[in-house]
């Protein structure tokens, strides 16, 4: 990924909190940790990401989290293929992003 550093990629699969990550993003990680192993997060994990994030936030974050969770059953169960890489997919995410970042999306 484009602006990650291999250390910091390595390190989301790893014990939470992490000195990679600052506490908003150990908030974060940890919470959608504890939505994907047990759907609703524990009260302590989310009175945590409540100290860094507005309701607002918090709400998108879970519903994106749900959102990735869904994507994945359904490709599961339809052994859905997906597309193979190719330098032309990557330069129209890169693209993408690019646009996204250069835009107020919050």
Same mark, same amino acid.
């Given at each position: 990924?484009?602006?990650? @550093? +291999?250390?910091?990629?390595?390190?989301?699969? #790893?014990?939470? $909190?992490?000195?990679? *990550? @600052?506490?908003?993003?150990?908030?974060?990680?940890?919470?959608? /940790?504890?939505?994907?192993?047990?759907?609703?997060?524990?009260?302590?994990? *989310? +009175?945590?990401?409540?100290? !860094?994030?507005?309701?607002?936030?918090?709400? =998108?974050?879970?519903?994106?989290?749900?959102? !990735?969770?869904?994507?994945?059953? !359904?490709?599961?169960? *339809? #052994?859905? /293929?997906?597309?193979?890489?190719? $330098? =032309?997919?990557?330069?129209?995410?890169?693209?993408?992003?690019?646009?996204?970042?250069? @835009? /107020?999306?919050?």
């Amino acid at each position: 990924l484009a602006g990650v @550093s +291999d250390e910091r990629l390595q390190a989301v699969g #790893e014990e939470l $909190p992490s000195g990679h *990550f @600052s506490a908003l993003e150990n908030a974060a990680l940890a919470l959608v /940790d504890d939505l994907v192993a047990h759907v609703k997060a524990g009260k302590g994990t *989310f +009175d945590i990401a409540r100290e !860094y994030f507005s309701d607002t936030a918090l709400q =998108q974050l879970v519903l994106l989290t749900g959102l !990735y969770m869904m994507m994945c059953r !359904y490709l599961e169960t *339809f #052994e859905t /293929d997906l597309e193979e890489e190719t $330098p =032309q997919s990557i330069e129209r995410l890169k693209a993408s992003l690019e646009k996204l970042q250069g @835009s /107020d999306v919050r």
